[in-house]
């Protein structure tokens, strides 16, 4: 049976109006290099903007926009200490604003540590909670190796606090657990593993907005991982892949880069990728009893990606106000 073409044009419309606007701000150094692989991966679901004091570094970055901060006072030279990562990004803000525009979600990308990142981080997200209320805002850090020195782990722990007070939600990523995971490897591709997480996480929200019901369990949509993201502090988000279900829902439920707990937690959203075949009742009957008995999460919403021509599973995740004894710990002492 043919859809009539008012039909059409009524779902045209509507399907554009409910495109998920999105936009990631990288800042800092390490931010703005995160930026540059997102684009190298070939990310272009959301705007890319690359905030940096150091002009040097910020010509070689690939983004849609970027923006030299802290010209005035720093010349494009680096911004060494907090305050003068968080003063520079003041004085663009608005800059960044506009760029960011009407996106109703801004994931945040930094390295902990320094001045520019760290600082510019935290004086976003304050600008962001003032004037931009009803975006959804999600902070992805790094945190130093603990090798860097007393300085820059001090700046990271109270970078850290301020972020998990000021983001609706903040995943974690400790250098320290991505060089015992692969330490021969070079520093750069190390790095890359941890860009194409985010990548990962970037099209995983995307694709919330465009899935199908999965049969015995709630429909997700942007809406609903916004209600359950909105103040929630830490998260947990991964693709997990795997011959089948059970084996991709195992590995999307890990924290690579860190020991984040999704037992508990507020709730979580995500999605099944794979042909109808290899998704039976068996396997959905799986996650959803991990979900709701194993891990306790009172709130849980999964759709269906379909991927006719894959031959493996793969399952998206996104959990919210998730625990981790690595955060507490790196935390511990210093005043929030």
């Given at each position: 049976?043919?859809?009539?073409?008012?039909?059409?044009?009524?779902?045209?419309?509507?399907?554009?109006?409910?495109?998920?606007?999105?936009?990631?701000?990288?800042?800092?150094?390490?931010?703005?290099?995160?930026?540059?692989?997102?684009?190298?991966?070939?990310?272009?679901e959301m705007k890319?903007?690359?905030?940096?004091?150091d002009v040097a570094?910020?010509?070689?970055?690939?983004?849609?926009?970027?923006?030299?901060?802290?010209?005035?006072?720093?010349?494009?030279?680096?911004?060494?200490?907090?305050?003068?990562?968080?003063?520079?990004?003041?004085?663009?803000?608005?800059?960044?604003?506009?760029?960011?525009?009407?996106?109703?979600?801004?994931?945040?990308?930094?390295?902990?540590?320094?001045?520019?990142?760290?600082?510019?981080?935290?004086?976003?997200?304050?600008?962001?909670?003032?004037?931009?209320?009803?975006?959804?805002?999600?902070?992805?850090?790094?945190?130093?190796?603990?090798?860097?020195?007393?300085?820059?782990?001090?700046?990271?722990?109270?970078?850290?606090?301020?972020?998990?007070?000021?983001?609706?939600?903040?995943?974690?990523?400790?250098?320290?657990?991505?060089?015992?995971?692969?330490?021969?490897?070079?520093?750069?591709?190390?790095?890359?593993?941890?860009?194409q997480r985010i990548?990962?996480?970037?099209?995983?929200?995307?694709?919330?907005?465009?899935?199908?019901?999965?049969?015995?369990?709630?429909?997700?949509?942007?809406?609903?991982?916004?209600?359950?993201?909105?103040?929630?502090?830490?998260?947990?988000?991964?693709?997990?892949?795997?011959?089948?279900?059970?084996?991709?829902?195992?590995?999307?439920?890990?924290?690579?880069?860190?020991?984040?707990?999704?037992?508990?937690?507020?709730?979580?959203?995500?999605?099944?990728?794979?042909?109808?075949?290899?998704?039976?009742?068996?396997?959905?009957?799986?996650?959803?009893?991990?979900?709701?008995?194993?891990?306790?999460?009172?709130?849980?919403?999964?759709?269906?990606?379909?991927?006719?021509?894959?031959?493996?599973?793969?399952?998206?995740?996104?959990?919210?106000?998730?625990?981790?004894?690595?955060?507490?710990?790196?935390?511990?002492?210093?005043?929030?």
């Amino acid at each position: 049976m043919s859809i009539p073409i008012e039909s059409r044009r009524i779902f045209g419309e509507t399907e554009e109006i409910a495109r998920l606007k999105g936009a990631v701000v990288g800042i800092g150094g390490a931010g703005c290099s995160m930026i540059n692989n997102l684009r190298r991966l070939g990310i272009t679901e959301m705007k890319l903007i690359a905030v940096n004091t150091d002009v040097a570094s910020l010509r070689s970055i690939k983004a849609d926009y970027k923006f030299l901060a802290g010209e005035s006072f720093l010349g494009g030279r680096s911004a060494r200490t907090i305050e003068n990562g968080r003063r520079a990004m003041e004085e663009v803000a608005d800059r960044v604003a506009a760029a960011i525009g009407d996106s109703e979600v801004v994931l945040i990308l930094s390295g902990l540590g320094g001045g520019a990142g760290t600082g510019g981080h935290i004086a976003l997200l304050e600008y962001l909670k003032d004037r931009m209320k009803e975006a959804l805002t999600i902070s992805f850090v790094t945190l130093p190796f603990s090798s860097e020195g007393e300085v820059r782990i001090r700046n990271a722990q109270l970078g850290l606090s301020e972020i998990l007070d000021l983001s609706d939600v903040t995943l974690v990523a400790f250098n320290d657990i991505l060089r015992q995971k692969y330490p021969n490897l070079p520093l750069v591709r190390a790095y890359r593993i941890i860009d194409q997480r985010i990548a990962d996480i970037i099209r995983g929200i995307w694709a919330l907005q465009q899935l199908d019901p999965l049969p015995g369990m709630p429909n997700v949509d942007f809406a609903v991982m916004k209600n359950l993201a909105k103040n929630s502090g830490l998260g947990m988000a991964g693709l997990g892949e795997g011959s089948n279900v059970k084996v991709a829902f195992e590995a999307a439920i890990q924290d690579p880069f860190g020991d984040a707990d999704i037992r508990g937690c507020k709730g979580i959203v995500g999605y099944i990728e794979g042909p109808e075949t290899l998704i039976s009742t068996e396997s959905i009957t799986y996650v959803q009893e991990s979900l709701t008995r194993n891990l306790r999460i009172p709130e849980s919403y999964f759709g269906l990606k379909p991927g006719m021509e894959m031959h493996r599973s793969k399952i998206f995740v996104f959990a919210f106000s998730a625990k981790s004894r690595m955060v507490e710990t790196y935390l511990s002492g210093v005043s929030r």
